[in-house]
């Protein structure tokens, strides 16, 4: 069965369906599929109410805005109901208002994973996919943390779903160009308003990079595919956040500001403690579950034919072997 026809005249969820993510993916779910029924669950009426303006007609009749926060869980597995798939985007995202507010932070991104989880079992929905973010791979930061006890929670929930109860997985990736938040559009704001240098932290800072439109068709790709219990990783490229600034503005000079606190020079999706559970696919890595059930329940994908990554693999920015330059940003700018 194909993710199209897998869709069909099915529901799906999406926590968090307000931002930019979330709207990307009702597009390509409205222009791709013939889902029945798109369920937005949010907690801000005005981002509702805005996103509800850009659809009518059929269009707006397969979508249902339901105002609700993954800290409630009544309200979650109210918003379940008959629905087939949830993708959890839902999340406190900023790494200095996370460590400013530990107790907001670990309520959303933490208690709302568990939330999610128990809303998802109690309701009998068929596939939960996690969004996660690099951040969550040997973390210093309170965000990368309470991500990582998220992805922890997702993975152990198909011990508590049983056999015949709800799958759940993972997907973890790097900053999405143009997102709200990355330092793209920052960048190109400072430039609109007549600034005369660019903030650089640290001279030597890379990053992996994704587009909105490639990370929706990599969640959507690892939700028909997965067992259950696996973090998905696609293969993207990196950039120096420098070269990024030289795309922008070939000619404006560079501020080094330095490293906020929290920030990493280089961001890391798979580290090698992760390796010896690793395998590597054509387009992505994937994190199979260290557990007992995992090779008792289900077969995996190594199961399958497909290699182990080494034991001493890192999946790190700065040592990538595929990079992004001008040519290849500049057409995602546009």
């Known amino acids: 069965m194909t993710l199209i026809s897998r869709l069909k005249n099915k529901s799906i969820m999406i926590t968090g369906g307000t931002g930019s993510f979330g709207k990307e993916l009702v597009r390509y779910l409205l222009d791709k599929t013939e889902i029945q029924r798109i369920v ?34 009544d309200r979650l597995a109210m918003a379940m109901r008959d629905v087939a798939f949830v993708v959890h985007a839902a999340a406190m995202k900023i790494v200095p208002t996370a ?14 994973a568990e939330n999610v989880v128990s809303a998802a079992i109690q309701s009998g929905v068929d596939r939960v996919v996690a969004l996660s ?15 990582l006890a998220s992805d922890k929670i997702f993975v152990a929930a198909n011990n508590l779903a049983g056999l015949n109860g709800p799958r759940f997985s993972v997907v973890r990736y790097g900053n999405v160009i143009g997102s709200r938040g990355s330092v793209l559009p920052f960048f190109k704001k400072l430039i609109a308003d007549g600034a005369t240098e660019l903030p650089i932290t640290d ?51 560079h501020k080094i500001v330095g490293i906020r606190p929290g920030e990493k020079l280089h961001e890391m999706m798979i580290s090698k403690d992760d390796a010896r559970n690793t395998v590597e696919l054509e387009d992505r890595y ?9 090779d008792q329940e ?26 992004m330059g001008e040519k290849d940003l500049l057409p995602l700018l546009s």
Not at 286 to 294: C, G, Q, V, Y
Request: proline share 5%.
């Open 40 to 73: 937005i669950f949010s907690r801000d009426e005005q981002k509702q109410y805005d996103m509800s303006m850009g659809f009518t007609g059929e269009e707006a009749a397969r979508i249902r805005f339901f105002i609700g926060d993954v800290r409630d869980k």
């Open 298 to 323: 289900r077969k995996g994908f190594a199961d399958e034919g497909y290699s182990r990554v080494s034991e001493d693999f890192e999946y790190v920015s700065d040592q990538n072997q595929q990079w």
């Open 203 to 253: 001279a030597r800072m890379t990053r992996f990079w994704i587009t909105l439109e490639q990370g929706v068709e990599f969640v959507l790709s690892s939700l028909d595919i997965m067992r259950g219990g696996e973090v998905f990783v696609p293969k993207i490229p990196s950039m120096r956040v420098t070269d990024l600034a030289k795309v922008l503005a070939p000619d404006m000079p």
């Open 286 to 294: 994937i994190i199979e579950p260290e557990t007992h059930w995992w």
């Open 99 to 112: 460590e400013y507010n530990p107790f907001e932070c670990i309520q959303t991104n933490v208690n709302g």
């Open 133 to 147: 973010t690099d951040k969550a791979c040997n973390p210093i930061n309170l965000y990368g943390a309470s991500k």
